[in-house]
């Protein structure tokens, strides 16, 4: 009753509904939709982060008027008291240029205690508003008094009226409940409404990746919220030159490879969080892999968390004494290998399911187009 009501209540607040995508949006094509199978690891039933068990994505879609394009995404490690059961984690930087929220205590303690949520930089302050919300209300949590709420971020400012911040605590919470274990949206949905990738629009995007019983027999997801630049390559082939875009074109440092991407892993495997750290480290062989720029103003992070109920950092654990047991270092490069391909392929289906975006920004349209599928096709057919 108590989460009722304060969900009802912040809803009540909020300025602008949350639009969802259309009943019948634009059908367009996932990667292996092309007939390419990015490595040698197969994927998961869904080939998204929700294949691995207990993962759930909740999204909410602000698209209204000329020039709100944004929104939240947020992925819940488990479907228990997440504070309660909090899980081993570990968040890698490549380059810092970013509003990573809860960081620090990640690093020091090696847990995540939340949902994450992705939306844009100028929105961290209310993803971390609505985390507190949601946790705060949560049975059992009647007297907690410090939340590490754990938000990451990119700039939708390119078609979205960032400044007006129009993401509120009550579209955080809204994600969050909306969550399940299903399919997963990608393209330009949630914290991907406004986001660009390579000089197309960007996206959510998501894959996995299933290990053979003899290497363990353990899933990885990836998802990743795409708006970075950079020389696009899609498989080994170089689709951004070849269509004509990519960073560097016209002039030597324009600085349209800036921008961010974040990344992040689930796993049932029982890592602890130093080898989730040396996970989340080998996502960005596959974010180089995609013809990354790795820019002065792109902020690349990756976060990761095991699933793993031997793990998990129940309160019965945090105040015993009693071994952890945790995957070998020596077993740990399938998994570096899962997470590389899992990722590559995470950011082209980003790509690949967006859509074309128009808005208005600072008084004049811009448009955003989707990447060509059937030049695409073309491309990779050759």
């Known amino acids: 009753m108590i989460l009722t009501a304060l969900i009802a209540a912040a809803l009540i607040a909020a300025p602008a509904p949350a639009q969802s995508a259309p009943d019948a949006p634009e059908a367009r094509p996932r990667l292996r939709d092309l007939g390419r199978e990015i490595g040698l690891l197969p994927p998961g039933a869904l080939n ?31 479907d228990g008291n997440l504070f309660q059961d909090k899980v081993p984690a570990a968040i890698f930087v490549a380059n810092g ?3 990573l929220a809860g960081v620090t205590q990640v690093d020091e303690l090696g847990e995540i205690e939340t949902p994450i949520v992705l939306t844009n930089t100028l929105s961290v302050a209310q993803g971390i508003e609505g985390v507190l919300d949601w946790t705060l209300a949560q049975a059992g949590n009647e007297q907690v008094r410090s939340v590490n709420a754990v938000v990451g971020e990119t700039n939708d400012g390119g078609l979205n009226d960032i400044r007006a911040r129009h993401v509120r605590a009550a579209h955080v919470v809204e994600a969050i ?40 027999g353990h899933t990885i997801g990836v998802l990743v919220q795409a708006n970075f630049g950079g020389v ?13 875009r990519y960073y560097l074109q016209r002039e030597l440092d324009r600085g349209d490879a800036d921008g961010s991407i974040m990344i992040v892993i689930a796993t049932d495997a029982p890592l602890s969080p130093l080898n989730l750290d040396r996970l989340a480290e080998r996502a960005f062989a596959g974010l180089a892999r995609t013809g990354a720029a790795f820019s002065n103003g792109s902020g690349d992070y990756a ?6 109920d031997e793990v998990r950092r129940t309160p019965e654990r945090r105040n015993t004494q009693a071994a952890v047991a ?21 950011i082209i289906n980003a790509l690949l399911q967006a859509t074309t975006t128009t808005s208005r920004i ?21």
Request: proline share 5%; charged share 20%; net charge negative.
């Open 48 to 78: 998204a982060i929700t294949d691995v068990a207990g993962v759930r994505v909740g999204q909410v879609t602000l698209v209204h008027g000329e020039d709100v394009r944004t929104g939240v995404t947020a992925i819940l490690p488990h």
């Open 97 to 99: 240029f970013g509003k």
């Open 177 to 216: 409940g909306a969550a399940t274990s299903g399919p997963v949206r990608e393209g330009s949905v949630g914290a991907g409404t406004g986001t660009i990738a390579f000089g197309w629009k960007g996206g959510v995007g998501t894959s996995s990746r299933v290990l053979p019983a003899s290497l363990g």
């Open 232 to 244: 696009l390559t899609i498989d080994g082939v170089p689709v951004g030159r070849s269509l004509g």
């Open 303 to 308: 976060i990761a968390f095991s699933t793993a």
């Open 326 to 346: 945790d995957w070998p270092n020596d077993r740990m490069s399938p998994l570096f290998v899962a997470v590389a391909e899992a990722t590559e392929e995470a």
């Open 362 to 382: 600072d008084g004049r349209p811009v448009t955003v187009e989707a990447l060509d599928i059937e030049a695409v096709r073309a491309l990779l057919a050759r």
